[in-house]
């Protein structure tokens, strides 16, 4: 699937940025694999030379101090 969208970024001159939810507790509305998983920090790494961001957990607002965990 990325692949595929690697393709259609570079046919059409685009810029992607992927942003990972990195939520380290499953919660009601946080659906991710864990950061610590090591097929999720492969993923990761493999996308290292486009734009990364996080996307916050659900939980990091009303626990702020979450998101410089995330990061």
């Keep these: ?3 595929a969208l690697h ?7 685009l810029s992607p940025v992927y942003f990972f939810l990195l939520a380290k ?11 610590d998983n090591e097929s999720m920090q ?3 790494r493999a996308h290292s ?7 916050p ?3 990091s607002f009303d626990e702020p101090e979450l998101i410089l965990a995330e990061k």
Excluded: T
């Design 7 to 13: 393709q259609l970024h570079q046919q059409n001159h």
């Design 25 to 35: 507790r499953p919660g009601k509305y946080d659906k991710n694999i864990s950061p």
């Design 57 to 59: 957990s659900w939980q």
């Design 42 to 44: 492969d993923l990761i």
């Design 1 to 3: 699937m990325y692949e």
């Design 49 to 55: 030379k486009y734009r990364l961001g996080i996307h």
